[in-house]
């Protein structure tokens, strides 16, 4: 929650935390610690933030080309 400040999208990414461990676990074994999925979860705001700026930046560049 502290990272992205929103309830639902921090509610969102807890979630897909969740399913990457429920993916993973079974082929890996579940890690002794919760340290793994933590690490995760607190991953999963950094990379919805980078691919959101990613997607603004892409479209500006195709509404300059468009421009042009």
């Given amino acids: 929650m502290r990272m992205v400040r929103d309830i639902s999208l921090a509610e ?31 991953r999963r705001p950094i990379d919805h933030f980078r691919h959101t700026s990613m997607a603004v930046t892409k479209l500006k560049r195709g509404q300059q080309k468009y421009r042009e």
């Fill in 12 to 42: 969102e990414l807890t979630q897909d935390a969740l399913v990457a461990a429920l993916k993973a676990w079974p082929a890996s074994g579940v890690p002794a610690t919760a340290a793994w999925l933590m690490q995760t979860a607190k």
